[in-house]
């Protein structure tokens, strides 16, 4: 049967936008796609890139902190000049490095020659966590490039050591989310990042010569497979982890006390009378209701109802060891601000485990199949998986230029 009209139940474009700008505010819409500073650095305009950060931080400090800065990376690096410092993962290390002797150079001030103290390991790096096994091979692998990058054979045995580390950890994960219901947000761009750093560390072992320029063909292709399968199977995931259910309106008052039956039950009398008087240890507290009694024992620590329905004021009845008052205004404030929470009921959304937002947007609850598969397209639209995608699919050209690459960095040391 083909469905036509109103049974189609499709939400209105402008309630999908509302819904989807709640969550990008919230900052849960996820992101899975590759850090600029990777895309940069891992380029052909790596050199370039390197040589702009550099000659920005020198603008940015005094001269006493410039000569400090120079000593401190003179020293770190073992001179003033870096084999293949300008490319791929070695600029990328250096950019790290530049970075983070700068913070110490700001942070101490000026200082008489090199002073370097060792810096801690950043929480996360290029997106992602430093404490995954992915992160901290990553992390690991590119702190140690600076005090090796000018012995070719060094840089060429360590290099291969942890790419074989990454490829294995690499392997594994996707294991994990093809194969064992691990797919998150979280590992996606863990598996992204990985494999980026990871085709570099090869391309790097070629420019070495210390593996053929196939193998990198061969991960290259390798790598853009598994991106396809893996995007089909987050997007399946997504389909299945997003919920929505719509904010419901505002609802019908419910009898006010003067319109109430004369056999109304005492609570429901009681917790009218509240908002006007207050019994704290047996003593009253405001102005009396002569036509109600409250029966309230001393010390009893629960809130004042609004009603039978057992609401609550949104305040505890004060104990006899606190001294603090409460009046009629204070009661009839917080009276008012239930009802209203009374009378609407906050929608939720969920983006995946631990990805979640209460909002207001009302809809027919029908609609929110649709809605939360328009959300679906709308989450992986804003990936900017195109661009990843490219990442792999260098054409021979950019590939052999990127084969080719040689250029060095030099410290500015006057």
């Avoid at 209105?12 to 819904?19: C, G, I, K, N, Y």
């Avoid at 899975?32 to 920005?56: E, G, K, N, R």
């Avoid at 990376?73 to 410092?85: F, I, N």
Wanted: glycine share 6%; aromatic share 6%.
């Amino acid at each position: 049967m083909i469905l036509t009209g109103r049974s189609l139940c499709l939400p209105s474009r402008a309630t999908v936008q509302e819904l989807f700008s709640v969550a990008r505010d919230a900052s849960i819409i996820p992101d899975i796609s590759l850090d600029p500073v990777l895309t940069t650095f891992l380029s052909l305009d790596s050199s370039a890139a390197l040589q702009h950060q550099y000659d920005f931080l020198q603008r940015s400090m005094s001269m006493e902190q410039q000569s400090t800065f120079n000593l401190n990376l003179t020293a770190e690096l073992g001179g003033s000049r870096v084999t293949c410092g300008g490319v791929g993962v070695v600029a990328l290390a250096l950019s790290m490095l530049f970075d983070q002797v700068a913070q110490q150079v700001r942070a101490q001030g000026s200082t008489e020659g090199p002073s370097l103290t060792q810096p801690s390991r950043p929480k996360r790096i290029f997106g992602i966590s430093s404490s995954s096994r992915i992160g901290w091979i990553i992390h690991s692998f590119l702190s140690l490039i600076p005090g090796i990058a000018n012995n070719q054979d060094q840089m060429a045995e360590t290099t291969e050591l942890y790419d074989n580390w990454l490829k294995f950890e690499l392997l594994d994960h996707y294991e994990r989310m093809t194969t064992k219901k691990r797919m998150s947000s979280v590992s996606m761009q863990q598996w992204l990042t990985g494999a980026a750093i990871h085709l570099h560390m090869r391309i790097h072992q070629a420019r070495l010569q210390s593996v053929p320029s196939g193998s990198v063909e061969s991960m290259r292709i390798s790598y853009k497979t598994g991106l396809g399968h893996l995007v089909r199977g987050y997007t399946a995931y997504l389909r299945a982890n997003i919920q929505e259910t719509p904010a419901l309106g505002p609802q019908k008052p419910r009898t006010s006390a003067a319109n109430r039956p004369k056999h109304a039950n005492t609570s429901t009398i009681t917790n009218m009378t509240c908002s006007n008087s207050l019994l704290v240890n047996g003593s009253q507290v405001g102005p009396s209701n002569k036509s109600t009694t409250l029966s309230s024992t001393a010390g009893i620590n629960r809130g004042c109802k609004t009603d039978e329905s057992g609401g609550d004021f949104g305040f505890n009845v004060l104990n006899g060891s606190n001294d603090t008052m409460m009046t009629g205004d204070t009661l009839n404030t917080s009276f008012r601000y239930s009802r209203k929470e009374e009378g609407s009921k906050l929608g939720l959304l969920v983006i995946e485990p631990l990805r979640n937002v209460s909002h207001s947007v009302q809809h027919h609850p029908c609609e929110s199949p649709a809605i939360q598969e328009a959300l679906v397209t709308r989450i992986i639209n804003v990936q900017d998986l195109e661009r990843n995608r490219k990442f792999f699919l260098y054409h021979d050209r950019v590939f052999q230029s990127l084969l080719r690459q040689r250029d060095d960095f030099e410290l500015r040391t006057n």
